[in-house]
């Protein structure tokens, strides 16, 4: 749910809402590529290269190798690209609406709706990446339920801000 989707009831309003992170999204689509790419174009043609000094494969062995590999790297870019864009979907489907009267969250399957005086805790967790890059996981307690917003932008500050809003410094 974004911020402008959320009816506002008398006397609410609007005090913030999470961004998720597009950084951990180019970090999602970049990594597998960037890893085959260290290995399949450094590790394997040297692979090649030393069988055939050591006479074990002949040019035409070579040859038919350079041209398995360069069809797989394209099968596993294909791949990489329908996977990367599912997780994409699942990584924009969160979303976290902070009233002063209530906080909206959107999980992938579950979404939680709770007045601040029902929230018991919120808790921050963040990979050494989202550390580094300043997003992470927002987890919201309340009396009815839990729900995670994955990859919120600074979640430390909603956090602080979700604290004050409950009274708890």
Avoid at 1 to 15: N, R, S, T
Avoid at 95 to 122: C, F, G, P, W
Avoid at 127 to 148: C, D, H, N, P
Wanted: hydrophobic residues 50%; charged residues 15%; neutral net charge.
């Amino acid at each position: 749910m974004q911020p402008d989707e959320l009816q506002l009831k008398q006397g609410e309003e609007l005090l913030g809402s999470a961004k998720i992170s597009r950084t951990s999204i180019v970090a999602l689509w970049l990594s597998v590529p960037c890893f085959a790419a260290v290995i399949l174009g450094g590790f394997l043609p040297w692979v090649i290269r030393a069988l055939r000094m050591a006479d074990f494969i002949d040019g035409h062995i070579s040859a038919f190798l350079g041209g398995l590999i360069a069809v797989a790297v394209v099968v596993l870019a294909l791949a990489w690209a329908a996977v990367a864009a599912v997780l994409t979907k699942r990584h924009v489907c969160y979303s976290l609406v902070v009233t002063n009267l209530r906080v909206v969250a959107t999980s992938h399957k579950t979404q939680m709706e709770a007045s601040i005086s029902d929230l018991k805790n919120v808790f921050v967790e963040e990979s050494l990446g989202g550390k580094i890059f300043r997003y992470g996981a927002l987890t919201i307690q309340a009396e009815k339920g839990s729900v995670t917003v994955k990859n919120v932008c600074d979640p430390e500050a909603l956090q602080k801000q979700l604290f004050d809003l409950m009274g708890i410094s």
